[in-house]
């Protein structure tokens, strides 16, 4: 029988060989696969398909964009006209339109269903809505609690969070949470005929900039929208 040290070695043998085999199928593979860190996807294909995780996050972006658009239109999605209606104020007195509510409300959904499919098919840890503060300057990250992101958004209308990140979904390669090996965000376009892209900030630090650029100067992966009409997709700045 193997003594711990050898088992061991054994298994790290094992990874290393999956990994190096998967290289080749990484290159012809979805943007999300190809992102994958080879010794993660190789024991995530040890029980599951590559391409089973994008298959079900797309399916999650589906699920909430039909859910969230039930509640308001039954069988229809929103006019172009309808989702620039204004439906409410937010609590520092900024207009809402029903874009940004529903929006909202279809994250929720989708969060819910991706978290599921996460726990069952990614083999390492992962962050879903984890907030962290990113100095460019000094190339420094940190997290923010949950109570501390509570504390700042009773305190105020969130000026103290200016500065700080919030992707949707961080998929980590190791138990580093402050590195990611793929960050993921949700997008949901109103009208749905609308192309998925990502946010620019305007003003503040990180102004002139997209969401995309600041997630992989922070984290360090690549980061990919998921939408319910393009699925799981490079989306440039």
């Known amino acids: 029988m193997d003594s711990e040290p050898a088992g061991k070695a054994r298994h790290a043998a094992y990874v290393a060989e999956q990994a190096s085999a998967q290289a080749a199928t990484q290159a012809m593979a979805s943007p999300l696969v190809r992102a994958i860190p080879p010794a993660v996807l190789a024991m995530m294909q040890q029980e599951h398909d590559a391409d089973e995780l994008e298959q079900q996050l797309a399916a999650c972006a589906v699920q909430a964009e039909q859910l ?95 500065g700080t990140i919030k992707p949707d979904i961080v998929l980590h390669g190791d138990r580093d949470l402050l590195r990611s090996a793929l960050t993921l965000d949700f997008k949901f376009p ?27 100067e922070a984290l360090g992966g690549k980061a990919l929208l998921i939408s319910p009409r393009t699925g799981v997709k490079e989306v440039k700045p």
């Open 68 to 162: 969230g658009n039930a509640r308001y239109f039954k069988d229809r999605p929103p006019t172009r006209q309808e989702c620039a209606e204004v439906v409410e104020q937010d609590r520092c007195g900024k207009p809402v339109t029903r874009a940004m509510q529903l929006g909202k409300q279809k994250h929720v959904l989708a969060l819910q269903c991706a978290e599921a499919v996460l726990k069952e098919l990614w083999p390492a840890p992962f962050s879903i809505e984890q907030r962290y503060r990113y100095y460019p300057n000094a190339r420094f990250l940190e997290t923010i609690s949950r109570a501390k992101e509570a504390q700042l958004i009773t305190e105020g209308c969130t000026e103290e969070l200016r």
């Open 190 to 216: 109103c009208p749905g005929t609308n192309e998925p892209t990502w946010t620019r900030y305007g003003t503040g630090t990180y102004a002139g900039m997209s969401q995309r650029t600041v997630y992989e």
